[in-house]
């Protein structure tokens, strides 16, 4: 069964810090993983993906992940955080057969000025 | 930009009745979904449809709950009778490539 873990709960960084999120997934064959970001009482907005090839993906709005199959992880990165960006961030594992998606937990960001 | 569109934005209920919460995929997606996210909780997969059919569907998607696209380019979800834990935002999503959805602004409902 494919699963994912977002250890981090809630994460607060100052406008113009970097920013990297966590991501774990369990799965049984090559994921297909996601990161998605859902402002306050919005619906949720693919910021990146991963298929295959390079482990590096590049999302919108300044984002970037890396697919580590070592590691089972999958972390969003940003160099530098806009008090935009304040908002729950969703980590997703894909069913490679139907494409459904399996949802961490969520992280919280908060960005202080 | 293209978009997935879901009305109403908001819908209250009595215990017990019937709600249809609908949804407009993008035109040219082949593959859609329900997701539900109850209060602080994470995103739920609930159902996927693909071909005029239920591709797959989770264990709470019990029968008190069916899709249907019913004209080519709306797709519903219907609660038969509605319980108080069903009070969750339901989110439609839908795809072209089956990976990576785009997904509606939801749908708050609330049973009282």
């Known amino acids: 069964a494919q699963s994912v873990t977002q250890p981090d709960i809630h994460i607060t960084v100052s406008e113009g810090a970097s920013l990297e999120l966590r991501c774990n997934y369990s799965?049984?064959?090559?994921?297909?993983l996601f990161w998605y970001v859902q402002s306050p009482g919005q619906g949720l907005q693919l910021l990146l993906k991963y298929f295959s090839g390079d482990t590096l993906v590049q999302g919108i709005k300044g984002f970037e992940a890396e697919f580590k199959r070592s590691q089972s992880s999958f972390n969003l990165r940003k160099p530098s955080v806009h008090w935009s960006d304040a908002a729950e961030y969703f980590c997703a594992v894909g069913n490679t057969n139907a494409g459904k998606s399996t949802f961490g937990d969520g992280t919280t960001l908060t960005v202080k000025p | 930009e293209p978009e997935v569109t879901q009305t109403p934005s908001h819908q209250v209920t009595q215990m017990g009745q019937e709600v249809i919460l609908r949804c407009v995929p993008i035109s040219n997606h082949l593959y859609f979904y329900w997701y539900r996210q109850i209060l602080g909780q994470k995103v739920e997969f609930l159902v996927s449809f693909y071909n005029n059919e239920i591709s797959e569907k989770s264990e709470i998607f019990d029968d008190q709950f069916s899709v249907e696209r019913p004209d080519g380019s709306n797709f519903t979800l219907k609660i038969r009778s509605t319980k108080l834990e069903d009070s969750a935002m339901y989110f439609c999503a839908s795809t072209a490539s089956r990976y990576g959805y785009t997904f509606g602004s939801g749908t708050r409902l609330t049973v009282v």
């Open positions: 799965y049984g064959a090559t994921p297909y």
